[in-house]
């Protein structure tokens, strides 16, 4: 499955962050051998300047390198955007401590570290090579900024502190899906744990045209929090294609029909390349119906409803 990407020249973008430049130091075309196959540098014919990571094969991420603004993924911008709305909401922007379930080039830490600029951050890959070729290829903010802590998402979720988070973000992927064991509901418990009791959770779910695997999660969710939500286009809401799904957890409200926060972020979405929709707990629960969450002991049958994606 492929990704939608954001190919739109942003000039109000462009004019707050500098002009891309056409090539970056440590950046060189080439495939590298790493602890969980091999990873390509190659750059993007279509974004001048720009560059595509894929592992084993699969696009992961997307990198401007002088551009952290700049995120070509469109599910990435459905993250900013549930994640901003929130954090304006119910956060400090000063002290806020975020979590990346999945790595890759690290465009999301990137991303919320020119956001956000006095975030600490903790980016959990599971490819010990890949994080150390990330820090030779771009320059990353240091710890305690940004840390990369090479592990399993799942071991690192279970082995923080509790309410040790406002943001946790989900995006990890082997091959073309999500492992089963982030996908149940036990894990979703222990995300609920580390988060404060007013942060988010994201996900990044690949589904497709059944919405199997979406049902599934927000049934999870549904399970823990008080507050679900979910962005994906039109088509991909309606079952017409397959692709990326975006949900969002709270215990403290998210934007609800018909309130400024809600009709804020309905615009915002409205107006990206690829158009997207939020759509509120009631909707999720009606979507939900009487699907049950999966649980640990289904996780290694779980079926494979997935999509390229990563960080």
């Not at 992961?60 to 551009?67: A, K």
């Not at 400090?92 to 600029?117: E, N, V």
């Not at 799942?154 to 943001?167: A, F, G, P, Q």
């Not at 404060?196 to 996900?203: E, H, K, R």
């Amino acid at each position: 499955m492929s990704k939608k990407r954001n190919r739109k020249n942003r000039q109000d973008q462009a004019e707050s962050a500098g002009a891309a430049s056409s090539d970056a130091v440590g950046l060189v075309e080439g495939t590298w051998h790493t602890d969980t196959g091999t990873v390509q540098l190659e750059h993007d014919q279509y974004v001048p300047g720009a560059w595509v990571l894929r592992v084993n094969g699969v696009p992961s991420s997307h990198i401007v390198p002088d551009r952290p603004d700049q995120l070509e993924f469109e599910y990435m911008r459905w993250f900013t955007a549930l994640a901003e709305e929130h954090i304006d909401r119910h956060l400090d922007p000063t002290t806020l401590r975020i979590l990346h379930l999945g790595g890759g080039a690290c465009s999301m830490a990137r991303y919320l570290a020119w956001r956000y600029p006095d975030a600490r951050q903790v980016v959990v890959e599971l490819d010990a090579a890949l994080t150390r070729l990330v820090r030779e290829w771009l320059d990353l903010p240091r710890a305690p900024l940004l840390r990369i802590r090479a592990g399993e998402a799942r071991e690192v979720t279970e082995s923080l502190h509790e309410s040790s988070r406002e943001v946790i973000l989900r995006d990890v992927f082997a091959g073309e899906q999500t492992p089963g064991h982030l996908r149940t509901v036990e894990f979703v418990r222990h995300v609920d744990r580390v988060l404060t009791s007013d942060g988010i959770y994201l996900m990044n779910v690949g589904d497709t045209r059944n919405l199997k695997g979406t049902r599934a999660e927000l049934a999870a969710l549904l399970e823990v929090f008080e507050h679900v939500g979910a962005v994906a286009d039109a088509a991909m809401l309606k079952g017409r294609r397959y692709g990326n799904v975006v949900l969002a957890a709270s215990h403290a409200p998210l934007p609800e029909p018909g309130s400024a926060a809600g009709a804020a972020l309905a615009k915002e979405l409205l107006g990206g390349p690829l158009p997207a929709q939020y759509k509120d707990t009631a909707w999720c629960r009606q979507l939900v119906a009487e699907t049950q969450p999966w649980n640990d002991k289904e996780a290694d049958q779980m079926p494979a409803v997935g999509t390229i994606t990563g960080a």
